[in-house]
């Protein structure tokens, strides 16, 4: 008898090339577990499938879609005949149907069919590797297996009691290879998640089936103390709980989609990064709160490129309403607000450097324009850790090295479990490196 079932991500970064399938395939067939796989679009095929629908002619539809099987043939030849090669001949004619019927009239509804097709493909073509290598299993559409999405976008959730209700996997006879990334709205038609949503669909999945574990690989080692993007040695963490997780999501490059950890927090079920192509490595592993003895940083967080945005405020009873329609203007333009911090007289705001041009705009159109100012890039940086907003040695620690480097270090809001500030985007990684090598978080 199997154990309890788990679940296994693959993201783009794991869908490149043949190498990639092929790994997938050892990982799959070297678990003693019930397997419930969820899999992205190969990578790059969401944002070529973007661009053919913002920028493509209709002219150029039946190559464009060619182009697209050949991606997936390449990778995995046994897709076209295999048992399921009907059925990706049919996703690319309906794949180009959509593409037409979008061209001649564009509909959020066809844009949807037409950008989730990339998940569909990538199931069919992980479904045609295993079973060539005599692992039964089956697509299993997200559409087609209770997937009901509540909002939509970066708002979007997937109903994990409905989704519990509905599932009928059997799990003993096959794997279902599901598609992440999307699901049913609640008119019933196909509504997509945010950016890195198919994390979300498989740490759903797991609440649903109270998996024993959740597994996302990776094409990287687990979670470093700081972004690759700096080439500064840093630590591989071997554990973050859940709540550090999120704040990294947040405020960090992607590592993971922000809502990923809640689906599990309350069944306490472990989610683990791991790299793909290395057996030796365990990555990291994600769970419940551990006690310490004393708050430490494990790891910073940070959001390069960020533009504040320093808007007068008039009278005490002024304040709130000003705030109040400066943020449900740039609500409604989708524009995020990645911090609003309020003193007397002033507000500041942070919002991305090439939405500060749109979200200037948007506040000198409104009725009473507040007087506002766009201020020099900076970079969000939030040092994670259970207890460090509350620790004032830790707070002392990170004021005293930007002393002492001469780092235009400012303060924001704080949470339970991070403290963030702001530097200016020049000194990022000085800054960086001066405080992770205070903090103790390089190799």
């Keep these: ?24 395939v050892r990982r799959v067939a070297d678990s003693t577990s019930q397997q419930v796989l969820v899999v992205s679009a190969f990578h790059g095929v969401t944002d070529r499938l973007l661009n053919q629908l913002d920028c493509g002619e209709a002219a ?31 996703t690319l004619s309906t794949l180009n149907s959509h593409l037409r019927s979008h061209s001649d009239t564009p509909s959020d509804s066809t844009r949807a069919q037409v950008l989730s097709s990339g998940e569909r493909l990538s199931s069919l073509a ?56 999307y699901g049913l709205s609640e008119s019933g038609d196909i509504t997509l998640l945010g950016r890195g949503g198919s994390d979300l669909t498989a740490t759903s999945l797991a609440a649903a089936l109270d998996a024993r574990e959740v ?49 599990l927090r309350s069944l306490g079920i472990p989610l683990r990064l791991r790299p793909l192509h290395d057996d030796c490595m365990d990555g990291t592993r994600i769970g419940p709160s551990v006690l310490t003895l004393s708050p430490r940083v494990r790891a910073v967080g940070s959001l390069p490129r960020l533009r504040p945005l320093r808007i007068e405020l008039g009278a005490a009873g002024s304040v709130a309403p ?22 007397p007289g002033e507000a500041l705001l942070l919002v991305s450097e090439h939405a500060s041009a749109h979200a200037a705009r948007l506040l000198s159109a409104l009725p009473q324009p507040p007087q506002y100012e766009v201020l020099p890039p900076v970079t969000l940086l939030s040092f994670v850790g259970e207890g460090v907003g509350e620790d004032a040695e830790v707070r002392e620690s990170i004021r005293s090295a930007a002393d002492a480097s001469d780092l235009d270090l400012v303060r ?13 985007s020049e000194q990022t990684e000085q800054a960086l490196e001066r405080l992770a090598r205070r903090l103790d978080l390089l190799i």
């Design 60 to 90: 150029n539809i039946d190559a464009f879609t060619a182009a697209i099987e050949l991606t997936h043939l390449e990778a995995a030849p046994e897709t076209a005949s295999g048992p399921w090669g009907a059925r990706f001949k049919q």
């Design 215 to 263: 597994t996302i690989w990776r094409d990287v080692p687990g979670v470093l103390s700081l972004s690759p993007r700096w080439s500064l040695p840093s630590r591989n963490l071997s554990y973050l709980s859940y709540t550090e997780a999120v704040e990294l999501a947040l405020f960090s490059e992607p590592m993971l989609h922000p809502g990923a950890v809640e689906p």
């Design 322 to 343: 000003t705030l109040a329609q400066v943020s449900e203007t740039l609500g409604k333009a989708r524009i995020s607000v990645w911090s609003l911090r309020a003193s």
């Design 1 to 24: 008898m199997k154990e309890s079932a788990e679940v296994h991500k693959f993201g783009g970064s794991c869908l490149v090339r043949r190498e990639d399938l092929i790994a997938i």
């Design 412 to 424: 924001l809001e704080s949470s339970e479990h991070a403290l963030r500030y702001t530097v200016a």
């Design 126 to 181: 992980v479904c045609s590797m295993l079973e060539d290598s005599g692992i039964r299993c089956h697509p299993a559409w997200s559409e087609e297996i209770g997937i009901h999405i509540e909002g939509s976008g970066e708002d979007g959730v997937i109903d994990v009691d409905r989704l519990r209700d509905d599932l009928t996997f059997d799990l003993e006879s096959f794997i279902p290879v599901v598609t992440g990334w």
